[in-house]
Structure formats: structure tokens, C-alpha cells
């Protein structure tokens, strides 16, 4: 594609670290990004602060926050008054602070955006290695989706088919962590906290927060996450 027709992508913004890897993934691809986030209740505002910052900073043509109120129907603790497990979490559960249904959610709106904007890609950073046990992070989740998108969609039916791209699938935190690092993506603009104060600062303590300190820490690199 020249460059006066450079290629669209809907890449979903979350201000984690994960999302930042992604946006610079597709930027370094070739693609016009075009960042999404959801405003859909979650306990604290700082992450999509964090999204449009760090959108900004790599690089993408806009950004846009759409916004729905998941904490209606509740059923996580981070859209309800249930507390964010510290420390400890069961490995052999589903969390707590899984929310019921959000990737779907979140990736048909991005699938609505992409159509409006001729865009034929979808990206995400769901990770199946290093994460926290979400049944809509696996490989087969991201694979139904693709087929539903080209089902249910005219660009699908008519068009060049709808691709959801997912490059952190099987990454582990650290992998994500240098990569990011060769693609010159600042970190510390990241939030990726379940309960960031105000500020984008973390608890240091929530299973989000334990898998990012991991992820540097075991690929050798500083940890930059700004902590309460």
C-alpha cells in the first residue's frame, strides 16, 4: 500500500502495557492506527488517560473513547463494589476481576469502527501465556471472533474480510516487555493497575500489577511502573 493509501487498523487501546505494545506493533507494520478504548465503568479513569497518552506518543492518526456502562450488570471487581484480590490469587479459578463478556464487547466495537473506516484489521493484546486466566484471551476466542466478524458483517459478506490480529498471543510477559523495549515504547506512560489511583499509580500488589513486575524483572530490564 503507498502512502497515500496507507492501510487502516482499529487497534484497541487499553493504557497497559500490552495495548502500547500492539499500537507500535501495527505503526511498525505499515498500518494508519486508529486507537480505540472503552469507557465501560471500570473502578478508575487513569488507564484511559493512559490510552490517549500513549496513542499519542506511537504515533496514531486518533483516538477514540467509547463509552457503555457495564457496572449496570455488574459481576467483576472491577465494575462493582467487590474487592480486587492482592497478593495471592487461585490459579485454578477464574477471577474476580474477570469482566463478564468485555473482549466480545470490546472487539465489536472496534469490528462497527473498522467497517465505518474501511479498515479490514482488528488488533489486540490478549495474551494466553502470561495473563490472568480470562476464558476470552485464548487463541480459540480471538479465532471464533474472526469468523463472526466476516458472518455477521458487509465487509465480511462483501468486502475483503475482516482480520482480528492478536501478536502477543503466546508471548510471555518478559517477551512483551523487550519488545516493547526495541520498539522504543515508554513504559512508565503505561497503567496497567487494577485499582490505579488517580494519578496512573499502582498498587504493586494486584494480579495485573505481579505480572508486569515479573515480566521486567525476568527480561532483565528496569521496572518503570510509577507505585503508590
Not at 497478593?87 to 477464574?94: F, L, P, R, T, V
Request: aromatic share 6%.
Amino acid at each position: 500500500m503507498s502512502e497515500n493509501f496507507p492501510r487502516k487498523a482499529v487497534v484497541l487501546a487499553s493504557g497497559g502495557m500490552d495495548s502500547a505494545v500492539v499500537i507500535a506493533m501495527a505503526r511498525e507494520q505499515g498500518y494508519q492506527v486508529h486507537a480505540l478504548s472503552v469507557s465501560y465503568g471500570q473502578r478508575h479513569h487513569s488507564e484511559l488517560a493512559a490510552s490517549d497518552r500513549v496513542s499519542s506518543m506511537l504515533g496514531a492518526v486518533e483516538h477514540k473513547t467509547v463509552g457503555i456502562d457495564l457496572r449496570s450488570i455488574g459481576g467483576s471487581a472491577l465494575t462493582a463494589d467487590i474487592d480486587v484480590p492482592l497478593d495471592a490469587a487461585d490459579a485454578s479459578a477464574i477471577p474476580v476481576t474477570y469482566v463478564p463478556a468485555r473482549n466480545t464487547i470490546m472487539l465489536s466495537i472496534a469490528l462497527g469502527w473498522a467497517e465505518v473506516l474501511g479498515s479490514s484489521d482488528i488488533w489486540c493484546g490478549v495474551n494466553a501465556v502470561d495473563y490472568s486466566g480470562y476464558p476470552d484471551c485464548r487463541p480459540a476466542f480471538i479465532e471464533a471472533f474472526e469468523q463472526l466478524a466476516n458472518l455477521a458483517t458487509k465487509a465480511g459478506v462483501e468486502g475483503a474480510g475482516i482480520r482480528v490480529h492478536a501478536p502477543l498471543m503466546r508471548m510471555s510477559k518478559a517477551d512483551i516487555a523487550r519488545e516493547g523495549q526495541r520498539l522504543g515504547v515508554d513504559f512508565s506512560a503505561t497503567v496497567s493497575c487494577y485499582q490505579a489511583d488517580d494519578e496512573g499509580r499502582a498498587c504493586g500488589h494486584c494480579d495485573a500489577c505481579r505480572l508486569r513486575a515479573q515480566g521486567f524483572r525476568e527480561a532483565g530490564l528496569a521496572d518503570p511502573t510509577r507505585y503508590a
